[in-house]
């Protein structure tokens, strides 16, 4: 069995955290900042810029994308 320490372990958590932010980070930025900020609608450069900080915030920013959602319903 593979003994992975304090260390190994965080940096597991942080990749996971990476991975689903920026899993999300993609999603939002293909099917929500359109509908969710109109100012966006077709500005396509800044898209990327974007990316590192809806990775570190994916948390906020999929509970806002729901609210979001939910209120269009």
């Known amino acids: 069995m593979l003994s992975v320490g304090f260390a190994g372990v ?3 958590v942080l990749g996971a ?3 689903i932010g920026l899993v999300v980070a993609v999603l939002f930025l293909v099917f929500a ?3 969710m900020d109109p100012a966006a609608v077709g500005a396509y450069a800044f ?3 974007l990316i ?3 990775m570190l915030l994916w948390p906020l920013v999929l509970a806002r994308w729901v609210r979001f959602e939910r209120a269009q319903r």
């Open 10 to 12: 965080l940096v597991m």
């Open 17 to 19: 955290y990476g991975a």
């Open 33 to 35: 900042i359109e509908r």
């Open 47 to 49: 898209r990327p810029l």
């Open 52 to 54: 590192p900080g809806l």
